[in-house]
């Protein structure tokens, strides 16, 4: 079994920059594209971002584009999501997810695996 573990969320004001970790353990489960989805109260849970495997292609949703960066760290097993200017609307639980292939995560289709997730708050 393979276990994803959230770190770094928290309150942040408007304008604000906030790193997400995502740290991998488990059986061996290096070789796989990672991602990160979002999601807000009321709302359906929706892709962020993601990363191939070993991480030269990335892929993001149109809104986080140029204010969210995904990377990740082989060595670590761990996948970052550094993002900046936030905005209220960025508040969200956010999740880790896991794919079986290499290439980048598109959808909730793509993942075998999730973490627990991570509350992000951002105050106006």
């Known amino acids: 079994q393979v276990q994803l573990v959230e770190s770094g969320g928290g309150l942040v004001q408007a304008g604000g920059s906030l790193r997400l970790s995502c740290a991998a353990s488990?059986?061996?489960?290096?070789?796989?594209?990672r991602g990160w989805f979002r999601q807000a109260p009321g709302k359906e849970r929706e892709f962020v971002a993601s990363?191939?495997?070993?991480?030269?292609?990335?892929y993001y949703a149109d809104s986080m584009k140029g204010r969210f960066t995904i990377s990740r760290d082989n060595a670590k097993n761990t996948v970052y999501l550094q993002m900046n200017s936030l905005e209220p609307e960025d508040t969200a639980v956010y999740y880790c997810?896991?794919?079986?292939?290499?290439?980048?995560?598109?959808?909730?289709?793509?993942?075998?695996?999730w973490g627990q997730g991570t509350q992000v708050t951002v105050s106006s």
């Open positions: 997810a896991a794919a079986s292939t290499i290439t980048p995560i598109k959808g909730g289709g793509d993942v075998v695996y």
């Open positions: 488990g059986r061996t489960f290096s070789r796989s594209a």
């Open positions: 990363i191939g495997w070993p991480g030269s292609t990335t």
